[in-house]
């Protein structure tokens, strides 16, 4: 039986992956939530006399509506406690990773009878990051959990709007540049401090032992699990690159769009240059109490004067060495200037609705270049859907053999290898832009190929990414999905132009519809509805200045 929070937990993970699935529309106008919250943030940030960024939490409600929540935690740790005695190497990871927290003054010891109103207990567990090459375990504060009164920490806090770049807008810019270089910030999140009158709405309850008395703690920094904690840092970041913009250019602009969360990936044509930007950033970064490591390069001239146990571990890019990387969730070998798509065989026994909308969401393609083989997943998904079977029902024979049969396919998409520069380690002289649109009955999608001619004559013809769909339940004519499909294209190569700062690079778009191409010529008041609004939509993204 499945809780609760298994549903939770795969409904997030079904809204990233769809998220990730969409093109970027926004109009960049913030809400009156958000601006509220950015008057929040401006009005009560300042650095410390460390230099440290120190924040207050954005509330949109008074934390007086905040019931009691004692209880409710205690009962939660216990839980814990009970899990952690059971595993005793689980155990002994917790407790040294809370002695670290409390080590750095992230967190400091309180008195029950200190505790002052309002105040919020979060309950705590552990996340396993098996991957990872620094932190196996992360201790998670659940700010979600609700008091007497219904109302949690989360409900009162603003989200905050979304001020980073997408994440495949940092993977195309990452494929541009000749020398590149990855980091992330080390522990970036507990870097910044919490203003102190808001230190009790982050209080914990833990101890070692059950043969000790329960302690209470108040976290001191931005805490992972706060719905505000992504915001604060982001904002953070930039408000330091803009900080330093005059003296450090190069620095400050990759910190400002390089940057997904605490992960950076930047570079340039000129090493000369790539060695700058990095040098610039951590200067930078070091004026606010952050330190970037983990650092990994294409050249081993962007490693220098860097302390061993700052570089990704045990990663030589001047030998032969075939060791993989992973940034921001791709399989990236430096050596080679290589990368792959990972995907995880079969993860469940049992074939569901739930276990196959969780694999199908763990495909991780933020650029769309396996995207023939993902619409295959999504098209198995809408059938899944119509059959209206509970979560937890076995799938059907024949659905079951062929949703069996695609896992055992899919783990040969990590033998795909795709170059990371998009050039090739060569000098573009002409550069254009060609997208390429198509649609069946079944699925529609676009795709964008950047086309160069290099100083050297040849010419490179490069995947840069695409975009697919499955078709409405409601059956369309095939002309009707190839416009969709460029729409899709135009949406999408809007935005390709905007990353890579190619406005004035020549677009080409194709599409084998004879009347899709009548329609797109066409005045969209002479059509219904549906052909109408999607004509005038092309029209306005692909209208010449």
Known sequence: MCSEADDEA?????????QLEEINQSDDKFTDAEKKCEESFAQNTHHNHEGRFVVKLPFKEDTTVLGESMQMSMNRFFSLERRLLKNSELKKVYVDFMREYEHLGHMEKINQDDIMHPHYILPHHCVIKADSTTTKLRVVFDASA????????NDIMHNGPVVQNELSSILLRFR???????????????QILIDPRDEYLQTIIWRESPEENLCYYKLKTVTYGTRAAPYLVIKCLQILAREHAVKFLLGSATLSKDFYVDDGLSGSDSIMEAIATKDQLIKILATAGFKPRKWCANNSQLLQGLAPEDQEVDLDVSSESHKTVKTLGLIWLPKSDQFSIKTNGPTHSKITKRTVSSELAHIFDPLGLMAPVVVKAKIFVQKLWQLKLSWDEALPAEMHTQWTHFRQSLCEVNNVKIPLHIFHHKQPRN?????????????????????????DRTISVQLLCSKSRVAPLKTQTIPRLELCAALLGAQLVVKVRKDLEYEHHPIYMWTDSEITLHWINSEPSTFQTFVAHRISKIQQLTLKE
């Open 146 to 153: 609700r008091t007497s009164t219904g109302v949690s920490l």
């Open 431 to 455: 550069t254009q832009i060609h997208v390429f649109t198509d649609a069946s009955e079944r699925a529609y999608g676009a795709a964008i190929y950047i086309r160069a001619e290099m100083t």
């Open 10 to 18: 795969l409904d997030n993970i079904l809204t990233k992956f769809w």
């Open 176 to 190: 541009k540049p000749r020398f590149v270089f990855t980091t992330d910030i080390e522990k970036m999140y507990r």
